[in-house]
T-cell receptor
Framework: QKEVEQNSGPLSVPEGAIASLNCTYS??????FFWYRQYSGKSPELIMS????GDKEDGRFTAQLNKASQYVSLLIRDSQPSDSATYLC????????????FGKGTKLSVIP | GAVVSQHPSRVICKSGTSVKIECRSL??????MFWYRQFPKQSLMLMAT?????????EQGVEKDKFLINHASLTLSTLTVTSAHPEDSSFYIC???????????FGPGTRLTVT
């Protein structure tokens, strides 16, 4: 069973701080990784995709991937109350499939 | 770009009736779409994979005769919940694969309430 693990939280950070969200995955052969944001009552929204080891930055968001440790993270700089949401880590299943395996999500709360 | 729409956004139906939900990729073609269900405070549950021009692939435990999926074109997939019961009340969300990538873009979801 291919698994994606996230700390369910809630993770509380003060406004302006860096929020660090972590995710581990069990399938060593995974190649594609995604972070989604889901506000309460809404559908997931793609924030970042990352395919290679290292860091990928997009505005206030940085995704970090370490395939050797089977670890992917999302950093949110200068956190804002509007960043308060559940963040889902997703890993593409296998080479011949477009399916994603989702973690259960980490709830982030940014305190003004 | 990469916009996915769903219709309706909310629907209330009586037990025993059928409900159709449409999922459209508005600005791209999607050979593969997915249907998910999410109960309150729970994670996404994949129901089925919908491929244009072929039969959908259902996940274990999902009744294919109850949840009918049709992917008639590269921009439209439909999910019909047949003979709905109150336990089918949930948030149904579709996603589409952006061609040439592995990125899934989600529709806004349909909240179904069966009375």
């Amino acid at each position: 069973q291919k698994e994606v693990e996230q700390n369910s939280g809630p993770l509380s950070v003060p406004e302006g701080a860096i929020a660090s969200l972590n995710c581990t995955y069990s399938d060593r052969g995974s190649q594609s990784f995604f972070w989604y944001r889901q506000y309460s009552g809404k559908s997931p929204e793609l924030i970042m995709s990352i395919y290679s080891n290292g860091d990928k930055e997009d505005g206030r968001f940085t995704a970090q991937l370490n395939k050797a440790s089977q670890y992917v993270s999302l950093l949110i700089r200068d956190s804002q109350p509007s960043d308060s949401a559940t963040y889902l880590c997703a890993v593409k299943v296998g080479a011949g499939s477009y399916q994603l395996t989702f973690g259960k999500g980490t709830k982030l709360s940014v305190i003004p | 770009g990469a916009v996915v729409s769903q219709h309706p956004s909310r629907v209330i139906c009586k037990s025993g009736t059928s409900v159709k939900i449409e999922c459209r990729s508005l600005d791209f073609q999607a050979t593969t779409m997915f249907w998910y269900r999410q109960f309150p405070k729970q994670s996404l549950m994949l129901m089925a994979t919908s491929n244009e021009g072929s039969k959908a692939t259902y996940e274990q435990g999902v009744e294919k005769d109850k949840f009918l999926i049709n992917h008639a074109s590269l921009t439209l997939s439909t999910l019909t919940v047949t003979s709905a019961h109150p336990e089918d009340s949930s948030f149904y969300i579709c996603s589409a694969i952006y061609m040439g990538s592995y990125e899934q873009y989600f529709g806004p979801g349909t909240r179904l309430t069966v009375t």
